[in-house]
């Protein structure tokens, strides 16, 4: 599922900067990109093919408050960089379309659309197998002697009688 920011946005912000610290947290996934660049289009159709759901904000979209290009500016002068897709998982800014590829190709991808909200579960099964602890048996000897009565004592404990 994508979120479209546009207009009617309940995000309500006194600054671009803080608009964008809204949206970014509000959306554990985030993408800033705009409708004719294919490497947006295609960090889009990365983020639906692994099931999650995403905040999407047209930075060429000026009937929004602030601007795309309020916003575009924001996030160049935040991240230091000029170009989209601009991706933000969890809160935190990763980079473009490589930096989202070279995830995948880690195989940390689906932990971290996991971790930021943007999936209910990892996508794919781990590469290792999880390793289980044996649960301890409850132990089968009585706790008092046979024939005597636990009592309390002054302190609160118990004892046998």
């Known amino acids: 599922m994508m979120v479209v920011c546009n207009s009617a946005s309940a995000l309500r912000a006194t600054s671009p900067d803080d ?14 990109g705009f409708a004719g660049c294919s490497y947006c289009t295609q960090a889009k159709a990365f983020f639906k093919s692994k099931g999650a759901h995403f905040g999407y904000c047209d930075i060429q979209d000026s009937s929004t408050t602030p ?15 000029d ?13 473009g379309l490589d930096a989202l590829k070279k995830l995948e190709s880690s195989g940390r991808l689906d932990a971290a659309l996991a971790v930021a909200g943007c999936t209910n579960k ?22 008092t002697k046979p024939g005597t009565q636990p009592t309390v004592q ?7 009688a």
């Open 19 to 32: 608009w964008i610290t809204k949206f970014t947290k509000d959306n554990g996934c985030a993408l800033f």
């Open 67 to 81: 601007t795309g290009q309020e916003i575009y500016r924001a996030l160049e002068s935040r991240t230091h960089q």
């Open 83 to 95: 170009t989209v897709p601009n991706i933000w998982l969890g809160g935190k800014f990763i980079g």
């Open 122 to 143: 990892p996508t794919a099964k781990p590469s290792t197998k999880p390793t289980v602890k044996p649960t301890r048996k409850p132990s089968t000897k009585p706790t």
């Open 154 to 160: 002054h302190n609160g404990t118990l004892s046998d």
